[in-house]
């Protein structure tokens, strides 16, 4: 079956279009009138037409019960009336003309031509039942020869008059499969948009539901089927969606996240809008998610910032101490967490500036935002300018396609933790106070400025306030800097809390070596506190994990302590020592450099100092 089927109430017609259409194959002809003609139109449709084209009330009667299908009719052209009149005229017999209003008055013209006008009859018949009637009225006023469609013709004939067909002739039959193509073209076309729009919307993720201004649904996805489908009455849920569209589209509204209940334990967050045409509300479209989707898509955001390192993992509950002057850092850090400002971290290498700024991120209004770290010494200067401000593509020799987004820009909506700040050069330091004072970013290359609402919080090993006399740090950043100051004491000055860090570091190797150490000998934990601790909790931490790996026994002996700390670089003093003092100096480096071949993350190991440190000591040794 052809896309375009002519169902054709003439024999002759259908004779002359299957001459017509020979050698084309996009057109089928169904000889087929009135009632077979409209069978004929069903079986045409459901075996793939597209478009219909029919004749007279064959015609008409198709457009009644199948309104939904494109469908052409064949109008009678002037030569076709011309035709018939002219046979008619041949009889020398009184004409009559019986048919449809619009043939009757195309004909009047024809028969002024012909002067036949005074003397034909005409009668208009608008159904095609009427023709019976029609015929009796055309011989009542004198008339033999009657013209006109085939059912008028052949009754006519069958009453003894003399019936003159009007066929449809060539040129009306071409017209009428011109419009037909025509129409297919658009059908065409229009499943085309169907079929990408249906694409569209069921490539989402979301339910859609689209409703007319009478509330038929015009457009509904898999999505919004599967979401409705969980509630158990479903129609009720349909019904009730269908109802809260058309009060938004009453108002010609939208309504956002709204969270409608839909079956017990199945929430959908549901956003309403009409749709206006021409300032007319023409309809209304649903979008539906279930709710634990956005929770699912929160969780998933989460991860992803874990995993790129861009969520706090500390919080105070990990910061514990005995000590009274620890308490007071964790107390100070608690309460300024609450303020939105930046916060100083002050303290030696290792005491654990890092756990505090992560600890503040977590106990703020931020805390759903991202938090960003930055090592400010173990970057090169260059780098850390356009880590931290981003660029656009071609800043610079090797910048990356589509330039970067700088760490403070991602760190929007959250924090920021710049460590070893008094690392930071003035040009860089320059740039930082701007941010802090415009909250705005410009990358390198751009001219464009950024907002950005970011909280900073910086550390520093360093005592910034000489720095500042020593002209090595801005004054104006330090005292944006120097606002909210948590000092952390080393632990030297918390010895009491070397205990409790010996057993949780001892627990955390255990898991990691699948080692069974339980304890360590009260000799061996005197020797720890006696140590020093330049390195702080850092170094604590890195001889626990010496001492869980070397231990044979369940307990850490005091030997054990005392022959891992003999190999420390610097024996314990037997009294506190002055700051300078404590500083690991250039021959210690040096030599543990030697002693680790190189690998500096050893030789920071083996020193007790952080990496980025080391790092920084060896930028300034010459
Ligand atoms: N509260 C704590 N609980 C457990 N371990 C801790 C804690 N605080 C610090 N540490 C240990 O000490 C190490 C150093 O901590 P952190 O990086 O926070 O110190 P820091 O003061 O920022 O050091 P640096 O100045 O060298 O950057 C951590 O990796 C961890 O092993």
Redesign the pocket.
């Known amino acids: 079956m052809s896309d375009i089927v002519f169902i054709s109430p003439s024999r002759e017609a259908a004779a002359l279009a299957v001459r017509m259409t020979a050698g084309q194959n996009d057109i089928t002809i169904v000889a087929a009138r009135l009632q077979e003609g409209v069978k004929a139109a069903r079986a045409a449709v459901e075996n793939g037409a597209r478009v219909l084209v029919s004749r007279g009330f064959t015609h008409y009667m198709i457009s009644e019960k199948m309104p939904h299908i494109p469908l052409v009719e064949v109008e009678f052209s002037g030569y076709d009336i011309l035709r018939a009149y002219l046979e008619a005229r041949q009889t020398g017999k009184p004409i009559a003309i019986v048919d449809s209003s619009a043939i009757v008055e195309g004909a009047a013209s024809i028969e002024d031509i012909l002067g036949i006008a005074e003397q034909s009859v005409k009668v208009i018949i608008d159904n095609y039942q009427d023709y019976t009637l029609g015929i009796e009225r055309a011989a009542a006023a004198g008339a033999v020869c009657i013209v006109g469609n085939q059912a008028v013709g052949q009754q006519a004939t069958a009453r003894g008059l003399c019936g003159i067909v009007i066929s449809s002739g060539q040129e009306a039959l071409n017209r009428a499969f011109m419009t037909a193509r025509h129409l297919l073209a658009v059908e065409r076309l229009r499943d085309a948009n169907v079929q990408q729009i249906e694409t569209i919307i069921n490539s989402v993720d979301y339910g859609i539901l689209a409703i007319n201004k009478e509330a038929g649904i015009t457009a509904v996805n898999s999505e919004a089927e599967r979401i409705l489908s969980l509630a158990r009455a479903d129609s009720a849920a349909k019904e009730n969606l269908i109802a809260r569209l058309r009060q938004c589209m009453a108002a010609g509204d939208r309504q956002f996240g709204v969270i409608e209940k839909f079956a017990p334990g199945v929430e959908v967050v549901a956003n309403y809008q009409s749709i206006i045409s021409n300032g007319e509300v023409i309809g209304g479209v649903a979008t539906l998610q279930e709710l634990r989707h956005f929770q699912a898509v929160e969780r998933k955001t989460r991860e992803e910032l874990a995993r790129r390192g861009r969520v706090a993992k500390y919080n105070f509950f ?2 514990k101490s005995a000590s009274p002057a620890m308490l007071t850092a964790i107390a100070d850090a608690k309460h300024f967490a609450k303020y939105d400002a930046t916060v100083l971290v002050l ?1 030696e ?7 505090f700024a992560h600890a503040i991120h977590l106990a703020s209004s931020r805390k759903n935002g991202p938090f960003v770290v930055v090592n400010c010494a173990a970057i090169p200067e260059n780098i850390l300018e356009s880590e931290l401000f981003g660029y656009t593509e071609g800043a610079f020799t090797g910048a990356k396609k589509g330039g970067k987004t700088g760490l403070f820009e991602q760190a929007h909506g959250g924090t920021i933790f710049l ?2 700040i008094g690392e930071m050069s003035e040009n860089l330091q320059a740039r930082l106070l701007r941010v802090l004072q415009e909250h705005e970013v410009y990358r390198l290359g751009d001219e464009r400025v950024t907002p950005i609402d970011i909280r900073v919080i910086a ?1 520093t ?1 360093r005592d910034l306030h000489e720095m500042v006399q020593k002209g090595r740090f801005r004054e104006d950043l330090y005292y944006r800097l120097d606002v909210l100051t948590v000092e952390i004491p080393a632990l030297r000055e918390r010895k009491e809390d070397i205990q409790a ?1 010996v057993q ?1 570091f001892i627990a955390e190797f255990n898991a990691q070596y699948r080692t069974s150490v339980e304890g360590i000998a009260p000799a061996g934990l005197q020797q720890l506190q006696q140590y020093d601790w330049p390195g702080n ?2 170094e604590l ?1 890195n001889i626990i994990g010496r001492l869980s790996a070397q231990t044979a026994d369940a307990t850490i002996s005091e030997s054990d302590v005392k022959r891992v700390l003999k190999y420390r670089l610097r024996q314990p003093p037997a009294q506190a020592v002055s700051p300078a003092a404590r500083s690991v100096d250039a021959a210690a480096i040096r030599e543990a450099l030697v002693k680790t071949g190189g690998n500096k993350q050893k030789a920071a190991e083996l020193l007790g100092i ?1 990496r ?2 080391l790092w920084r000591k060896l930028k300034n040794m010459d």
């Open positions: 990990d910061i303290g290498t290792g005491v654990g500036k890092e756990y460590d070893e550390a090993n860090f949780l909790i850092r931490h952080g980025a440190t």
